[in-house]
């Protein structure tokens, strides 16, 4: 059933997924043909990591991190190219894809007290027209009321080959094998982590892009929202 316009409270689109199924780029295409603000969940995760990272605190000193995780000064706003990240005044986009700030943004989300931290900051760009809302935990536990939940698959194989290809376009020497087997153990340990693991709700809509271009997935996307939100998103001028 379409929400009617009055409804007050600011409509929640969540995507959630294993890492590699294309959450990130489909999160930001919908967000921008609906014209609705964007949360990147990752993006706050490893913000704290760099931080942490910069800051010389310890994987392993979970007190340190939690200070740090409720005094971090995180937002998103318009930045050099879009929407940039900024911790304080200094945007830090480009340097929280290294992978040292992944492997310390996984430890970084493995403690409950510091994704406790965090459920304030992310529930608070639930602001109007909208929010898509990208991660693991989006429609389980920081959204859980969200009027429509995805959950966005695709097969290990196919992950890991986009994975490549990304690298290889970068210029980055490396092995199928190697990424195949890395994705297989991170899905396993997100999968089952006992805090927030990368579960669908149990309302959510399962989409497996393991055959659909990026383009037939935000296609397919912004159709559930256009179902679900009716006139709270803009008609689309292509059809
Ligand atoms: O999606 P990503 O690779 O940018 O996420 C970075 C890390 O943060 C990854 O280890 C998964 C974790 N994460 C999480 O635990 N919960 C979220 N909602 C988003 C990311």
Do not use: C
């Not at 014209?35 to 910069?54: C, I, K, M, P, Q």
């Not at 005094?71 to 992978?99: K, P």
């Not at 399962?206 to 709270?232: C, K, M, N, P, Y």
């Amino acid at each position: 059933m379409a929400l009617t316009k009055n409804e007050s409270r600011p409509p929640v689109l969540t995507i959630d997924g294993p890492s590699g199924a294309g959450k990130g780029a489909v999160s930001a295409a919908v967000a921008r043909r609906l014209g609705w603000n964007a949360l990147d969940s990752g993006a706050v995760y490893r913000s704290v990591a760099l931080a942490a990272l910069e800051r010389g605190v310890a994987a392993d000193d979970e007190q340190a991190l939690v200070e740090l995780t409720r005094n971090v000064d995180l937002t998103f706003r318009a930045g050099s190219d879009g929407i940039g990240v900024f911790l304080g005044d200094r945007e830090v986009g480009g340097s929280l894809r290294t992978e040292e700030v992944s492997v310390m943004a996984s430890r970084v989300a493995a403690i409950p007290a510091v994704r406790a931290a965090l459920l304030e900051l992310q529930r608070a760009y639930r602001v109007m027209p909208g929010l898509v809302a990208d991660g693991r935990d989006m429609g389980t536990i920081v959204f859980p009321d969200a009027e429509l939940k995805v959950f966005l698959e695709a097969s290990v194989e196919e992950r890991a080959k986009r994975r490549y290809n990304q690298l290889k376009e970068k210029g980055e020497s490396v092995i199928l094998s190697r990424l195949f087997r890395d994705m297989q153990a991170r899905d396993r340990r997100d999968r089952e982590r006992s805090v927030a693991p990368t579960v669908p709700a149990a309302d959510a809509a399962v989409v497996d892009s393991t055959h659909l271009s990026l383009d037939e997935v935000i296609g397919h996307v912004v159709g559930l929202a256009r179902e679900r939100f009716g006139d709270q998103v803009p008609k689309d001028e292509n059809q």
